[in-house]
């Protein structure tokens, strides 16, 4: 299902911390400078079986299925506009609490971070890659936006 996003991709993914995976050159955020390495912990999590372990389900294009009570938010409007509403999601958070974020090519790591970190670097986030997901590592909820201007939270507890 994800394949089509990025080629020759690896089915299953492990937490790994050197650059390589086989014979699959994993990339680092763009974003990611020497100094912000030390607030991230980068990984190789399977976004799909996160995804399907939260009790949800993934339509044939990739984005997870809105047809499910599940949902608290679908928006879909200018960037600024979702930068604003996911800010207003996380801001009442505990900034500690720990997350991870996925984008849409899956040869490129994720990362293990805190609110805090978001909050300070959401534009760089969202501007990465097409599309992107902020799991909630206590599986209580997560993000995705998507590439057509589409925002939608969902609660999981």
């Known amino acids: ?17 050197n650059s390589f995976k086989k014979e699959y050159l994993m990339l680092t955020p763009s974003f990611i ?7 991230v912990e980068l990984t190789t999590t399977d976004l799909e079986k996160e995804i399907l372990n939260l009790g949800l ?8 299925d809105k ?19 996911i800010r207003e999601f ?9 997350v991870e974020i996925f984008w849409s090519n899956l040869n490129k790591y994720s990362i293990i971070c805190e609110i805090a970190f978001i909050l300070e670097n959401l534009d760089s986030i969202f501007d ?3 599309d992107f ?17 589409e925002l939608a939270i969902f609660l999981i507890n």
């Open 1 to 17: 299902l994800w394949k089509t996003l990025c080629y020759k991709i690896p089915r299953k993914r492990k937490n790994i911390h």
């Open 33 to 39: 400078s020497k100094e912000l390495l030390g607030s």
């Open 57 to 64: 389900n993934i339509k044939s294009h990739g984005v997870i």
């Open 67 to 85: 047809e499910t009570y599940k949902l608290n938010l679908l928006v879909q409007n200018e960037r600024d506009f979702l930068l604003n509403k």
């Open 90 to 98: 996380l801001i009442d958070k505990p900034l500690y609490e720990k």
């Open 128 to 130: 990465e890659d097409w």
């Open 133 to 149: 997901w902020i799991v909630d590592k206590n599986k209580k909820w997560i993000i995705e936006s998507y590439h057509e201007e």
